[in-house]
């Protein structure tokens, strides 16, 4: 079966780009001609086809997967002038939105306009394509084959070996996209002139918010960050973000992650997060960051895997959301940030965590407690609180910091050298870590918390974010976490109740030896036993997946779907 929308060709490039490539024109099978323009660089799609009607593949049932929550924060204490920044922040969000279909899918409006019944396109724009999210991307709508693992970063017919073979010293430019010329040749596009239009449009919203910023830093980002989406160079707003702090209103904003490249984990997604400072919250979690250091001499590995001193001008807050779009909007949705990735800027400034405490909480309440009640043996339920949840998912923010960003060696940084299989190694770590964390924040007196609430409601928070499937990192990654625990006998399941109890021993001792497996795969950087590794651990038991299935069947959701936009918000 073909896919009904072919991958987009480029129909316009840069002279420069052209003079890189001996000056070869891509083809062009739109039936236009190729015209020269001044810098003027964009992707045309073909003609479009009208598609027959899709049929849905999967039981109707699961269409109601996600809980509707609306983002309708406070906004009674914003200036005109703020509420007014919003509503163009909003508006750009939008663009990420348009342009990251595009990266996952294609242009969505074929697709979209075949689509009679509500409650499927809706699961389609959830989505961003025909492909489940949280059912490891399997087709859900006829016509349409496995979703390309490179997504439309590269031509669908390009194999890992051509690509390795490829002599362009920019190929892993995060910031490109790869398309193949009519000769067969591979070309790389940046994104500042495959989208350069949207892109512009998006710049200049930025630079009018810009102009209505009460904090001068983040008037600066914007700008900063508005000429970054023209020239592709990210560094200098990223080093402007780290130093923003007197800025109620928050946007992260631009390409930034790369879960969606799952062919090379380089090329990076656009997204956005339009977000409110919580500033009674953000002030309990301030005196964190600067305890990192310590944190990092005590991770449980050999010198060589610490001896990076991470940074201590981090900062550490929670917000209320407004808007997600993109990849941040994509199947199960973010509940707390941790950026920049630039592995220079966290090593010279660290990262900032946002903690999304309006979105953390829908989960907690609609998603985790249910599950909960399900799957948790009743004498140790009662150690799920929201506290425990809050601060586990802020540690694992904050433990994103700790170990290395460069193999032991010193010659590759770990995303490099472990390609698609970073993100999942990424994010077991830091859900490692977190707890980790905590048990040495307790024992130094720095936290108040109980131990065993942080590990049952971290338990809990495996059966949530396993639902996820394999196509999510963070659904890997707890899939290993939990292949480990039983493994070393953290918990066990009663088969007459199928509830599960935690041994808490047990259970604080595999989190060290955890931590110290991941690490070691990181700073070895072998790209090899990590894919070994995650292939072992990363596979469901048959148990499991009934357990899951009972809460399924229970009518648990899996994640949330957002209810959003300047209406919803209180600004229109």
Same mark, same amino acid.
């Given at each position: 079966?073909?896919?009904?929308?072919?991958?987009?060709?480029?129909?316009?490039?840069?002279?420069?780009?052209?003079?890189?490539?001996?000056?070869?024109?891509?083809?062009?099978?739109?039936?236009?001609?190729?015209?020269?323009?001044?810098?003027?660089?964009?992707?045309?799609?073909?003609?479009?086809?009208?598609?027959?009607?899709?049929?849905?593949?999967?039981?109707?049932?699961?269409?109601?997967?996600?809980?509707?929550?609306?983002?309708?924060?406070?906004?009674?204490?914003?200036?005109?002038?703020?509420?007014?920044?919003?509503?163009?922040?909003?508006?750009?969000?939008?663009?990420?939105?348009?342009?990251? !279909? /595009? %990266?996952?899918?294609?242009?969505? $409006?074929? +697709? &979209?306009?075949?689509?009679? *019944?509500? =409650?499927?396109?809706?699961?389609?724009?959830?989505?961003?394509?025909?492909?489940?999210?949280?059912?490891?991307?399997?087709?859900?709508?006829?016509?349409?084959?496995?979703?390309?693992?490179?997504?439309?970063?590269?031509?669908?017919?390009?194999?890992?070996?051509?690509?390795?073979?490829?002599?362009?010293?920019?190929?892993?430019?995060?910031?490109?996209?790869?398309?193949?010329?009519?000769?067969?040749?591979?070309?790389?596009?940046?994104?500042?002139?495959? !989208? /350069? %239009?949207?892109?512009?449009?998006? $710049?200049? +919203? &930025?630079?009018?918010?810009? *102009?209505? =910023?009460?904090?001068?830093?983040?008037?600066?980002?914007?700008?900063?960050?508005?000429?970054?989406?023209?020239?592709?160079?990210?560094?200098?707003?990223?080093?402007?973000?780290?130093?923003?702090?007197?800025?109620?209103?928050?946007?992260?904003?631009?390409?930034?992650?790369?879960?969606?490249?799952?062919?090379?984990?380089?090329?990076?997604?656009?997204?956005?997060?339009?977000?409110?400072?919580?500033?009674?919250?953000?002030?309990?979690?301030?005196?964190?960051?600067?305890?990192?250091?310590?944190?990092?001499?005590? +991770?449980?590995?050999?010198?060589?895997?610490? =001896?990076?001193?991470?940074?201590?001008?981090?900062?550490?807050?929670?917000?209320?959301?407004?808007?997600?779009?993109?990849?941040?909007?994509?199947?199960?949705?973010?509940?707390?940030?941790?950026?920049?990735?630039?592995?220079?800027?966290?090593?010279?400034?660290?990262?900032?965590?946002?903690?999304?405490?309006?979105?953390?909480?829908?989960?907690?309440?609609?998603?985790?407690?249910?599950?909960?009640?399900?799957?948790?043996?009743?004498?140790?339920?009662?150690?799920?609180?929201?506290?425990?949840?809050?601060?586990?998912?802020?540690?694992?923010?904050?433990?994103?910091?700790?170990?290395?960003?460069?193999?032991?060696?010193?010659?590759?940084?770990?995303?490099?050298?472990?390609?698609?299989?970073?993100?999942?190694?990424?994010?077991?770590?830091?859900?490692?870590?977190?707890?980790?964390?905590?048990?040495?924040?307790?024992?130094?007196?720095?936290?108040?918390?109980?131990?065993?609430?942080?590990?049952?409601?971290?338990?809990?928070?495996?059966?949530?974010?396993?639902?996820?499937?394999?196509?999510?990192?963070?659904?890997?990654?707890?899939?290993?976490?939990?292949?480990?625990?039983?493994?070393?006998?953290?918990?066990?399941?009663?088969?007459?109740?199928?509830?599960?109890?935690?041994?808490?021993?047990?259970?604080?001792?595999?989190?060290?030896?955890?931590?110290?497996?991941?690490?070691?795969?990181?700073?070895?950087?072998?790209?090899?036993?990590?894919?070994?590794?995650?292939?072992?651990?990363?596979?469901?038991?048959?148990?499991?997946?009934?357990?899951?299935?009972?809460?399924?069947?229970?009518?648990?959701?899996?994640?949330?779907?957002?209810?959003?936009?300047?209406?919803?918000?209180?600004?229109?």
């Amino acid at each position: 079966m073909l896919r009904f929308l072919s991958t987009p060709l480029v129909s316009l490039l840069l002279v420069g780009f052209l003079a890189g490539c001996g000056g070869e024109q891509p083809a062009d099978d739109s039936g236009s001609d190729v015209q020269a323009g001044a810098g003027d660089t964009h992707i045309e799609a073909p003609e479009a086809v009208d598609p027959p009607p899709p049929e849905l593949l999967i039981d109707r049932d699961r269409l109601s997967i996600y809980h509707p929550v609306e983002l309708k924060p406070d906004l009674s204490g914003l200036s005109a002038e703020q509420r007014e920044m919003l509503g163009l922040l909003i508006d750009a969000g939008k663009i990420m939105d348009d342009l990251f !279909w /595009r %990266q996952s899918y294609g242009d969505p $409006a074929p +697709l &979209l306009a075949s689509l009679d *019944d509500p =409650a499927v396109r809706a699961f389609v724009e959830l989505n961003y394509g025909p492909w489940d999210r949280l059912n490891g991307n399997e087709p859900f709508l006829s016509g349409y084959v496995d979703k390309p693992p490179g997504a439309q970063f590269y031509p669908e017919d390009m194999t890992r070996e051509e690509f390795e073979a490829w002599n362009n010293p920019d190929k892993r430019n995060p910031y490109s996209v790869v398309r193949r010329l009519e000769s067969g040749n591979l070309l790389l596009v940046p994104y500042s002139a495959a !989208w /350069r %239009q949207p892109l512009m449009q998006a $710049a200049k +919203l &930025l630079r009018e918010a810009a *102009d209505l =910023a009460e904090s001068e830093a983040f008037a600066n980002y914007l700008r900063l960050r508005a000429d970054a989406l023209m020239t592709g160079e990210y560094r200098e707003s990223d080093m402007a973000w780290m130093d923003m702090r007197d800025n109620d209103i928050e946007l992260v904003f631009g390409p930034i992650e790369s879960y969606e490249d799952q062919l090379f984990g380089i090329r990076t997604a656009f997204e956005a997060f339009v977000l409110l400072k919580d500033q009674a919250w953000s002030e309990r979690l301030a005196r964190f960051a600067a305890l990192l250091p310590a944190l990092q001499e005590g +991770l449980p590995v050999p010198d060589a895997y610490k =001896a990076e001193v991470p940074g201590t001008d981090s900062d550490l807050n929670a917000y209320d959301a407004i808007y997600y779009a993109g990849d941040a909007n994509a199947g199960a949705k973010t509940i707390a940030i941790n950026l920049p990735n630039d592995e220079q800027v966290q090593l010279e400034k660290g990262t900032r965590r946002l903690q999304l405490k309006n979105t953390m909480r829908a989960k907690f309440d609609h998603i985790l407690v249910p599950i909960s009640e399900l799957l948790i043996d009743e004498a140790q339920q009662q150690h799920i609180t929201f506290d425990a949840f809050f601060a586990n998912v802020m540690f694992h923010e904050v433990a994103h910091g700790l170990g290395i960003k460069y193999t032991v060696d010193g010659e590759r940084s770990v995303r490099e050298a472990l390609a698609e299989h970073q993100s999942a190694v990424e994010e077991g770590k830091a859900d490692i870590l977190g707890l980790h964390m905590i048990g040495q924040l307790i024992d130094m007196g720095e936290w108040d918390g109980e131990l065993t609430d942080h590990q049952v409601t971290f338990l809990a928070g495996i059966f949530r974010s396993v639902r996820f499937g394999a196509s999510s990192a963070h659904g890997r990654a707890n899939m290993v976490a939990f292949n480990w625990f039983l493994e070393q006998g953290a918990f066990e399941r009663n088969d007459e109740t199928g509830r599960y109890s935690i041994d808490f021993e047990a259970f604080r001792r595999a989190v060290d030896s955890l931590s110290n497996r991941l690490l070691t795969l990181q700073g070895d950087g072998d790209y090899a036993a990590t894919g070994a590794f995650l292939e072992e651990y990363g596979q469901m038991p048959e148990f499991l997946s009934g357990d899951l299935a009972r809460a399924g069947q229970a009518g648990i959701p899996v994640d949330i779907r957002l209810v959003q936009g300047k209406e919803v918000a209180g600004l229109q």
